[in-house]
């Protein structure tokens, strides 16, 4: 059987409650042997009630009918106890499943973030180079014309002495 979070508290496979024996008493009645104390109860509530009818003549027979109905009840909450358990269950399994997720992604945000690093130093690398470049190539044009200009007046001045 399996106990799950609710320990030796819970007893489905005899139906019984917490601190009760196997064997109740075959009269119906409730012995103070009939039950024990346990870490759950202080007092066993079923132990009063059962001292209570001992002592009131003639209500020896609807002990039973109130145990039954006791121990349906019972059965009721331990049905929705298993379902609880069982969301829980779910619950908790999902949140696992979302922590790993997070995991997850988290990697891999760290690996594009380093590429995004990366890739934008390599992109401010590429404009710099390109900057210096256009500079460079301004000047050379620059410098082109000054030297077209200065072979031109060459030129001209080489053609007036000839002429």
Known sequence: MDRGRFGSFYNNEDKRIPGQTKNLSHTGSFE???????????????KQIGSNLNQTAGIQGTVSEDELQIMRILSTLRERLHEIDSKLDDAEREKGVLIEDIGVLTQRL????KNALRKKELYEAYDRTCRETESAFSKIVESS???LNVVKQER????????
Do not use: G, H, I, R
Request: no cysteine; aromatic share 10%; proline share 3%.
């Open 32 to 46: 103070q042997n009939d039950y024990k104390e346990d870490m759950f109860t202080e007092v066993s509530p079923v």
């Open 110 to 113: 760290k690996v594009l973030n």
């Open 145 to 147: 014309k000054t030297l």
């Open 156 to 163: 001209n001045s080489l053609y007036k002495a000839t002429k």
